[in-house]
């Protein structure tokens, strides 16, 4: 029997009849739904799961909610590389592509071993102080290294491959995988990559000097940079969501990961049909 990892959006009220409803479903077509503990809590299930203990256990998972909420679960789900279905309950996502009224058609589909996975790549962010490397993560979307403090300007010295880049006097500094390009990366006029393509984006967020420009690059490059800068709050971030404060010195690496995410897609739309719509292409 399939199992389905649950997870939502818990802040988000229209989640909670969604995945009651969603569970009922399963059950009566005899598959094993596993919820995510606050999500089960919230329906009255006493059967809920720790997020890290769902994805060694599930076939497939299940996200409701916006991009954000999937993006999450994919650094949860790691190198176990289980297929995630996004569903938006709002407007069209990105990642989460698959509409409400879509969830139970793409369900069947998926039941039937009838449905395209597009694989993205991730990548992996290693910090290190004093020479010891003390922390290290992957991420979906970006690893954006900026400050808190206003009106001042923080210094980074990027290498590609041991190779000197640049000293970038900026904001700050995104490195964007090709799912991570529409995102932040995209707000600081970086390019939108198509995401069947594994490359690693480097923006500069405001940079002092206008000729620095974003810069793609090879997957198999790894790039390093140091802070340069003795400034209280500069922050190492990790798809928006995860944050560790940084000190003088510290030294970022960051290269493809070994893992990727897998995502079910609607065979309804397309990247391309969702790009168009989310950045309004065409409109007047």
């Keep these: 029997m399939k199992k389905i990892g649950i997870f939502a959006k818990i802040l988000d009220p229209r989640c909670q009849g969604v995945a009651g409803e969603l569970v009922?479903?399963?059950?009566?077509?005899?598959?094993?739904?596993?919820?995510?503990?606050?999500?089960?809590?919230?329906?009255?299930?006493?059967?809920?799961?720790?997020?890290?203990?769902?994805?060694?256990?599930?076939d497939m998972i299940v996200v409701l909610g916006g991009d954000g909420t999937l993006i999450s679960v994919a650094r949860l789900v790691g190198a176990r590389e289980v297929p995630i279905m996004g569903v938006n309950l709002g407007s069209l996502g990105f990642l989460t592509e698959i509409t409400l009224e879509g969830l139970y058609p793409a369900l069947e589909s998926y039941l039937n071993c009838d449905y395209n996975l597009s694989e993205r790549m991730m990548l992996k962010v290693t910090l290190q102080r004093d020479g010891e490397a003390v922390y290290s993560h992957e991420a979906l979307n970006d690893i954006?290294?900026?400050?808190?403090?206003?009106?001042?300007?923080?210094?980074?010295?990027a290498f590609v491959n041991g190779s000197f880049l640049a000293t970038f006097k900026a904001d700050g500094l995104i490195l964007a995988s090709p799912t991570g390009s529409t995102g932040y990366s995209l707000s600081a006029n970086g390019p939108i990559i198509d995401p069947s393509i594994d490359c690693i984006v480097i923006t500069p967020i405001c940079p002092h000097t206008l000729t620095n420009r974003p810069l793609v690059v090879a997957p198999e490059r790894m790039i390093t940079v140091t802070l340069d800068s003795k400034m209280e709050n500069v922050m190492l971030t990790i798809d928006g969501q995860v944050g560790i404060k940084l000190e003088y010195r510290d030294v970022i690496t960051v290269q493809r990961s070994e893992h990727r995410t897998r995502l079910v897609m609607s065979s309804d739309t397309d990247y391309f049909e969702v790009l168009r719509n989310k950045l309004k292409w065409g409109e007047r």
């Design 24 to 58: 009922r479903w399963l059950r009566e077509r005899g598959l094993i739904p596993l919820v995510e503990e606050n999500l089960a809590r919230g329906l009255g299930l006493d059967d809920g799961l720790e997020g890290p203990l769902i994805a060694p256990k599930a």
């Design 144 to 157: 954006v290294i900026n400050k808190g403090a206003p009106a001042k300007i923080i210094t980074l010295e």
